[in-house]
């Protein structure tokens, strides 16, 4: 039983489920379902699909999450940045709309969930850790500013292609004649009226007496304001026979069952688009359900969530959906609105498919210009543009990397600049990791501590050499700390003991070891012996299995205060201390 709960998270919280949470649940689900049905279709329509398939999309991925996900208050759906990314990956096999393309989008839903089922199964969940948040914060900036421009074409009325920045623009500009100006006041309307529910409506029904929770979540169903007036707007102006483009017919139905097309072909070109789309909407939804479960001193469990996220991208894929993952819009109002458990999401998913069955005839005179709106007002939040000057005073690495990624996904587009993004976080890790923080140390007076000679007022004595090395010790960095440790001695020609504190090694892999070996053998033949202090268990457990120890000039101390001590009282062949050998430093090495 407990393995399968581990699989099948439901059987945890579904024991004390009661009739409070299940109250909690459905208000949260009402709410929600409200929010979520104008953004499913500007979101699919953002992806090129039909305006139902964000409904396809909303209602058994969510299902199959709630069954599956370890989040209590992630809503599963169409986000911008994938909704982006499904564009840029089907448009490279068929044009938007077609009926190849909508087949393509099945195939990515499919491959992004086997591949995330595949990453649960595995417990791969830590390679998320491989992106940094500087390139992810990036990405996302430069996504968001390339949806954002992708939806002036539907506000000005007006056709536009491409999907970076450059051509965007030109195309833009190049049709900006044509624009229709019903369409732009609808659109122009419409976007202020969501900014200014976003940020000012809050405070006025605050004001007006109602209580501040209840007022935050009627600002956030704002855009259902925005589309029901200007769908009221299109019918009595008769808009439509003034060039307003609107949804138009939506089917009245539940969703298909739909088999992806098995191609191989087809596959082999959509795997490498599906595989970053699944590791950058992983990335997106567990850093929301993570930051909404500390909130409740909750947990959850990033390998599990891998499995849940895959299920959903697969039942996407089976019901004429395309690839979902978790909303950060959508998943604070469920949060907001007391969801207490998964189930919240599966009530979500029968609200949008009553509105799939019932309502989409409402929706018939809704102009795209508003839905282009919602998607501009919901991706602005996306642009941070405060993170890069503090990063910029925080680690100049970190902003290049930032940088770079925001200029690759800009000026080429997004797939180029998810790859950019993941090539950039590898090797900025490599190359921490290849050239780690060491320092020579010194003891603080009247105490046991020993610290950067550098950094305070230390004691040393110029026969005894420590260097404590702030990392573990891999091949990424055996021949750095070789080098290191050599022109270290060279530059200290009255050392006669080095001591390698160990204090934050976590491990020793071979190659580091034989840079060890190989340390402790030019050291000898200088006449120096070596030392190690502070090895912690597990890497001493290691050493000991090799014969380094057998061959260590020196020896093993368990404190790096018992090695200095030890090694001054010592004298060997130096004799004892002259009246200088012994001082205070700051600043020498």
Known sequence: MPALARFLPILQWGRTYNGTLLTNDLVAAGIVTIMLIPQSLAYAMLAGLPPEVGLYASILPIVAYALFGTSRSLAVGPVAVISLMTLTAASSVAPPGSAQFIAATLVLALLSGVFLLLMGVLKLGFLANLLSHPVVSGFITASGI?????????????????????????SLLGNLADTNMSTLVIGVLSTAFLFWVRKGLKPLLTRLGLPPRRADLFAKAGPIAAVAAATLAVVLLDLEERGVATVGDI????PPLTVPLFDAGLWQQLAIPALLLSVIGFVESVSVAQTLAAKKRQRIDPDQELIGLGAANVAAAFSGGY??????ARSVVN??????????????????AIAAVFLTPLLYALPIATLAATIIVAVVGLVDLRTPLTIWRYSRADFAAMAATIGVTLLLGVEPGVIAGVALSLALYLW???????????????????????RHTVITDPRILTIRVDESLTYLN?????????????DHPQARHLVLMCSAVNSIDASALESLEAINHRLADAGIKAHLSEVKGPVMDRLQRS??????????????????????????????????DLWMARGMI
């Open 146 to 170: 390339i949806i954002a421009t992708s939806q002036l074409k539907a506000i000005f009325g007006i056709s536009a292609a491409g999907e970076a920045m450059p051509a965007l623009v030109t």
């Open 335 to 352: 949060f907001d609105a007391g969801a207490e458990t998964p189930a919240a999401g599966a009530f979500t998913a029968v609200g949008i």
């Open 251 to 254: 089917p009245q139905s539940l």
């Open 478 to 490: 055996a021949r750095w700390l070789e080098e290191f440790v050599l022109e270290t001695v060279a």
């Open 323 to 328: 690839p979902v993952t978790g909303g950060f």
């Open 547 to 580: 014969s380094f120890l057998d061959q260590l000039s020196g020896q093993v101390f368990l404190s790096q205060d018992e090695a200095f001590s030890n090694l001054i009282r010592r004298g060997e062949e130096d004799g004892p201390p002259q009246k200088d």
């Open 432 to 454: 921490r990791a290849s050239r780690p923080h060491a320092a020579i140390v010194g003891r603080v007076p009247e105490t046991g501590h020993f610290r950067n000679v550098k």
